[in-house]
């Protein structure tokens, strides 16, 4: 069996070449199931450590707002400061899990797995002010199927000013960029009602959510339930937001 590099699905490379459904050239660790999780990976890859300005044309915003995507595969000295800063923003949001020997933040940040966790495939948005981290959240992209934002935490002197919301934003509009279909995120009962009625999404039926496991290492968490909102890959559906991010990422 093969696992793609980017949805995480098992393949059976093979039987994928005898049917011509894959021409990509199956190898050790860098094998991708179909061009779409190709281009993705190549996309974020890209992405890795490089400043966006989404508002730098917006003269009611502030200009030294910017954003980045970080890796834990990544092992440039910037990438690993940055994920250390964006770490104690999730210390401070998060207790440790009763009883856990593991710490899961770092073991999330950085992708690490082992025979109780997954995490392969992590990568890390920020919001920064100049140097400053100031919101973050953890996210996978499974392909154009599905990502999911397992965590997200802002610290606490800047809550309530509008900077995570503009993560989640920026977070849409690369997923839609990338023809991804859906994001899902874990959710405890105190913030349900957040997420449904200010981001759009909706409790996700069990038997689809137990599907997804059936095929991709989701994040879970016990005693919390999972949410889900599907794009509408068009136009139309996002116009707004490009007006405001021009700059979000390359072409």
């Known amino acids: 069996m093969t696992i793609c590099c980017q949805c995480q699905k098992e393949y059976h490379a093979g039987c994928l070449k005898e049917r011509g459904i894959c021409d990509f ?47 834990g595969e ?16 999730f210390r401070e949001a998060f207790h440790p899990i009763p009883g856990s020997c593991v710490d899961i933040v770092p073991a999330m940040l950085f992708g690490k797995s082992d025979k109780d966790h997954d995490f392969f495939g992590t990568y890390c948005a920020i919001v920064m002010i100049g140097s400053k981290v100031i919101s973050a959240g953890m996210l ?28 989640f934003s920026l977070v849409e509009v690369l997923l839609t960029k990338l023809k991804v279909k859906k994001l899902i995120l874990p959710a405890n009962e105190n913030v349900n009602s957040m997420w449904v009625e200010k ?53």
């Open 74 to 89: 990544d092992r440039s000295l910037e990438n690993r400061s940055l994920l250390s800063k964006a770490a104690a923003i």
């Open 25 to 71: 050239e199956v190898s050790e660790d860098n094998w991708f199931c179909c061009n779409d999780c190709c281009i993705i990976h190549n996309q974020l890859t890209k992405m890795i450590c490089k400043k966006y300005f989404p508002y730098l044309n917006n003269p009611t915003t502030r200009q030294d707002v910017h954003w980045c995507i970080l890796s």
């Open 140 to 167: 996978r992209v499974f392909g154009t199927d599905i990502a999911e934002l397992s965590l997200v935490a802002t610290t606490k002197l800047s809550r309530r000013q509008g900077y995570f919301r503009s993560l």
């Open 199 to 251: 981001f759009g999404f909706s409790v996700m039926a069990g038997s689809e959510l137990n599907r997804y496991v059936s095929e991709i290492p989701i994040t879970l968490f016990q005693g919390v339930l999972m949410l889900e909102k599907s794009f509408q890959i068009s136009s139309n559906a996002i116009t707004y937001k490009y007006t405001i991010s021009s700059s979000i990422i390359t072409n």
